[in-house]
T-cell receptor, first 113, second 113 residues
């Protein structure tokens, strides 16, 4: 158990819908990262937050957005969902932006039908 | 930005030593080399990290030549449970910037009975 908690674990929704994925980082970790992993694909970095502020941005679509709240939990919002958005979404955390090791949660499986 | 190149896949028999090499010709002076392991449908987990020469822990060894343009992850006497994807990540300790958080496609190791 990495200490990073993600909910929900599984989610099935229809195209065009909007979903929110939630992440609670390890206790004391200030940085939260979001990754997308499609079937048999590598990890695609989406976005990073540090203590509530966006710190780094990867290949995140405009239909996707994220935020980190004062209690340090984070949410990834996915809207206007398409079939291609079906993937495993991972959240990770690290103690700071200078963290050289990041800890991943178990992921949220999103299936768009 | 230090781009990494790894073999797409490797097969090994149980009990053998496995060496996975990662090329990073453009590694910067302040970059560290970190390896992660990912089992199917799970988040990646930290295996080992090094800067130069050799690092060993209870799980693996990491060999880094003097020029640091490559690194080799060594798994002694692999078992079926070592079947996973192994990612090589090169980034400065500060991990600043989105490009430093890209994992690449990794090496899929299959251990055969």
């Amino acid at each position: 158990d990495s200490g990073v908690t993600q909910t929900p674990k599984h989610l099935i929704t229809a195209t065009g819908q909007r979903v929110t994925l939630r992440c609670s980082p390890r206790s004391g970790d200030l940085s939260v990262y979001w990754y997308q992993q499609s079937l048999d694909q590598g990890l695609q970095f989406l976005i990073q937050y540090y203590n509530g502020e966006e710190r780094a941005k990867g290949n995140i679509l405009e239909r996707f957005s994220a935020q980190q709240f004062p209690d340090l939990h984070s949410e990834l919002n996915l809207s206007s969902l398409e079939l291609g958005d079906s993937a495993l979404y991972f959240c990770a955390s690290s103690p700071a932006t200078s963290g050289n090791t990041i800890y991943f949660g178990e992921g949220s499986w999103l299936t768009v039908v | 930005l230090a781009k990494t190149t790894q073999p797409i896949s490797m097969d090994s028999y149980e009990g053998q030593e496995v060496n996975i090499t990662c090329s990073h010709n453009n590694i910067a002076t302040n970059d560290y080399i970190t390896w992660y392991q990912q089992f199917p449908s799970q988040g990646p987990r930290f295996i080992i990290q090094g800067y130069k020469t050799k690092v060993t822990n209870e799980v693996a060894s990491l060999f880094i030549p003097a020029d640091r343009k490559s690194s080799t992850l060594s798994l002694p006497r692999v078992s079926l449970s070592d079947t996973a994807v192994y990612y090589c990540l090169v980034a400065p300790l500060g991990w600043r910037g989105a490009n430093n958080l890209f994992f690449g496609t990794g090496t899929r190791l299959t251990v055969i009975p």
